[in-house]
């Protein structure tokens, strides 16, 4: 059906109808604005990432419902970064016309499965023309109990680095996209670039237990939001190339793609893996929880005086000065 054919609010009650008010809601869609009853003893946390056509997306890599399922989880993975909850999610949509009921249908599906999964209830949103590309904006709103949020700004000289799974699979997955090579055997890799999994429980668990000094999402790439994190806590660091965990899958399509599988890793982006530090002395509570199966994450390398800058060390021993060299939306937005 054509998007004409229902017009604006025609789309507005068809997207009510499947997502009816939560009992935790005061207000939800049909109103000049949302109301949520804010908890006294958490922080809300809130949050926004957009995915434009061209730029996070192409039709030809991704189906709508992918879209939609990314849209939320990225927005999902900031909120996951402070450690908190995800509660409630707004969506700003930019259509072009091209797009069908059915691909808006096929888009809420992905929102939907996301939001279930994650524990988000749809609240509101906006509709609009675009005259430029189609884009999705979702707003995320999450909670953390004051004394557990964490931001980027705590680390300490010295503590141990963490990420809490492979780096470079998503970046690997899209290159292989775009080159059209056979990604049949690499499904690992394009899912990961489709429908990335936030690490929300692993936020929250963390967090609870009072573990990371600091952290961050992985959302442009290691090697600079790793240089946000040091600029907030106006430090150094040392990362371990040796260490830095990447998966089967990776090394191999790096290995046909003729390119250091590091470089996935180290500027790729898109990981939504959580950088956190931790000081020496939750080191043993969090390696418990790591061998109890609770969590999984791998020691990549350690903060430093701020002098260090940002040092890469090879398995060899070599140390090298590692610019933060992942996406930049106005540095390398052009080039695709
Ligand atoms: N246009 C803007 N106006 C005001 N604040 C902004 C704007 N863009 C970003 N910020 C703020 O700058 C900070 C860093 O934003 P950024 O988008 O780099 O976050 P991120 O989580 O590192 O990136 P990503 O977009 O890859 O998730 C956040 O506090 C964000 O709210
Ligand atoms: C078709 C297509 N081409 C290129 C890319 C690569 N890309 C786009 S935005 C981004 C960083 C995260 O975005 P943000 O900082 O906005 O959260 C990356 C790595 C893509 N995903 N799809
Ligand atoms: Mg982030």
């Known amino acids: 059906m054509d998007l004409r ?3 604006e609010f025609g789309l507005i009650d068809r997207i009510q109808k499947r997502f009816p008010p939560p009992a935790s809601t005061v207000l939800g869609i049909g109103d000049d604005a949302a ?22 997306f192409d039709p030809a890599f991704s189906t709508f419902q992918e879209v939609g399922y990314k ?6 993975s900031d909120i996951a970064a402070m450690g908190g909850t995800p509660r409630y999610i707004l969506i700003s949509l930019g259509l072009t016309g091209r797009q069908r009921v059915e691909a808006i249908d096929q888009l809420y599906k992905g929102i939907e499965r996301a939001s279930r999964e994650t524990g988000l209830d749809l609240i509101g949103g906006n509709i609009a023309f675009s005259t430029g ?7 995320v709103v999450g909670e953390i109990p004051k004394k557990e949020m964490v931001t980027r700004a705590g680390a300490g000289e010295g503590d141990h680095l963490y990420v809490t799974g492979t780096l470079g699979d998503a970046a690997a997955g899209l290159a292989l996209l775009k080159k059209g090579i056979d990604t049949k055997l690499f499904g690992r890799l ?11 429980r692993e936020g929250r668990l963390l967090a609870k237990a009072r573990i990371p000094s600091a952290m961050i999402d992985l959302s442009d790439g290691l090697s600079s939001d790793l240089s946000h994190l040091m600029e907030r806590s106006g430090l150094g660091a040392e990362i371990d190339a040796a260490e830095i965990p990447l998966s089967a899958p990776l090394q191999r399509a790096a290995l046909q793609m003729g ?52 040092m890469l060390i090879n398995p060899s021993g070599r140390r090298r000065a590692l610019a933060p060299g992942g996406w930049d939306h106005l540095k390398k937005g052009e080039k695709g």
């Open 5 to 7: 054919q229902l017009g």
């Open 35 to 56: 109301a949520i009853l804010p908890s006294k003893k958490q922080h809300l946390l809130l949050t926004t990432d957009t995915l434009i056509e061209g730029v996070h």
């Open 71 to 76: 849209s939320v989880m990225v927005n999902v």
């Open 133 to 139: 590309p189609f884009f999705i904006s979702p707003t």
């Open 190 to 200: 394009t899912r990961r670039y489709r429908a990335p999994q936030a690490r929300w």
């Open 259 to 310: 390119v250091d599988s590091i470089e996935y890793a180290l500027n790729g982006g898109e990981d939504y893996e959580l950088l956190f530090s931790v000081p020496e002395r939750k080191l043993k509570k969090l390696e418990l929880m790591i061998k109890n199966g609770l969590i999984k994450a791998y020691r990549i390398g350690k903060m430093a005086p701020r002098r260090t800058g940002l």
